[in-house]
């Protein structure tokens, strides 16, 4: 982007800007706001910003609606003049990593806040003073957040997000995780897609067990007539148009009991969840299920099953980086609508998944890594029919 727009752009009543090369500079803000004071898009997906900090001048465009800065930088600033943008609907950071000014909760007309690697600043006591308390709960118009932990997770303000139809929360230590946390998800009967990722923070506790004092202080009991906490992380009985789930954390355990899964999960991702028993034996429970990862010794056990006549909607199973695995059996009629198969870095599974050759559907076999080597030069050795099989989807 140039300091200098053509007169035809200077003399223009613009709405919409899309930049996809070049930096910007002061001079190009500059001229951005002499001209374009009347832009309601502004789209930066592509640019370098000059010093990784928007100007403050960026609050004069009081008319934009929608934001985006994805860019070639790792880093972003926003400065706080950004809460003047009473009129934005959607702001986009991509992958930037960026500490967001605390006046974003000022934006009342907020819908979307895609913003998975930044953090929102903690509003200080003199700004509290001066300006008065600004808190989550205000944007009650989001549909998309994902965000970073931060004091806003801090008491039941994301409750009220009723209208939220996607959330991710990224890097969340289990300091949070508290009585008020798990209500707040429990409102959220209208979200579609609901990312998780948790550290431990400052103790050593899994999910589960940091949990189950939640469950003794409420005096909860787990049957079908008190549908509960799923993993003691939120109860999902209600939650009729969640169909793709993501969790990042120790578990150990899965609940048993269908009852705690979606109704409708048509995608379910387990990453680090470390996770001792066969997770195909609950997992198979779940009738509408296409997609499912297991990544980063989601599973630590050495063996999985797949048993006859389950997982038959299932059309795309990714095991990445399971360090134990040692073997896979896919038993007649299992994962019989199965089309892709991803079986990366789980060095241990020497050998082909067991039965893989009936699964007529399958049109994609990936292997990564040192996976299933033997079986590999076993069939490549012997050459015929399997090798042709094989061949055909790899």
Known sequence: ??????????????????????????????????????????????????????PRDIGQLIHLKFLCIKGFSSHVKLPSSIGRLVNLQS???????????????????????????CKVSSQSQINKCV?????????TNLQTL????????????????????SLALRECSTSYLKKEFFESIAK???????????????????????LGSVREKKNVTIDHHNKTLLLGLMPFSHHAYLYNLSLDGKIEKLPKEIEFYPPKLLRLDL?????????????????????????????????MVCSSGVFLQLERLQLCTLNELEELIVERGAMSSLKNLEIHYCNKMKKLPHGLLQLTNLEKLSLRGLSCRESIEEIEEAWGEDWDKLHKIM
Not at 193 to 208: A, P, Q, R, Y
């Open 271 to 303: 990453w680090g969840c470390k996770l001792t028993d066969d997770p195909m034996m609950i997992l198979k429970k779940l009738p509408l299920l296409r997609i499912l990862t297991l990544w980063f010794d989601a599973y630590v056990g050495e063996k």
């Open 146 to 165: 994902a965000l970073k932990e931060g004091s806003w997770l801090e008491g039941d303000g994301l409750g009220k997000f009723t209208q939220l139809r």
């Open 131 to 139: 300006n008065g308390y600004l808190g989550v709960e205000q944007l």
């Open 91 to 117: 702001l986009d950071l991509g992958a930037n990593d960026c500490n967001i000014p605390h006046s974003i909760w000022i934006l009342k007309k907020l819908r979307h806040l895609e913003c998975s690697n």
């Open 1 to 54: 982007m140039d300091s200098t727009f053509p007169i035809s752009i200077r003399r223009s009543q613009m709405r919409t800007l899309v930049s996809f090369s070049g930096t910007i500079g002061k001079k190009s803000w500059g001229s951005l706001q002499e001209h374009i004071k009347l832009l309601t898009v502004l789209n930066l997906s592509e640019e370098k910003v000059d010093g990784h900090v928007l």
């Open 188 to 210: 959220l009967t209208v979200l579609e897609i609901l990312e998780l990722s948790f550290t431990e923070g400052h103790t050593k506790k899994t999910l589960v067990n940091r």
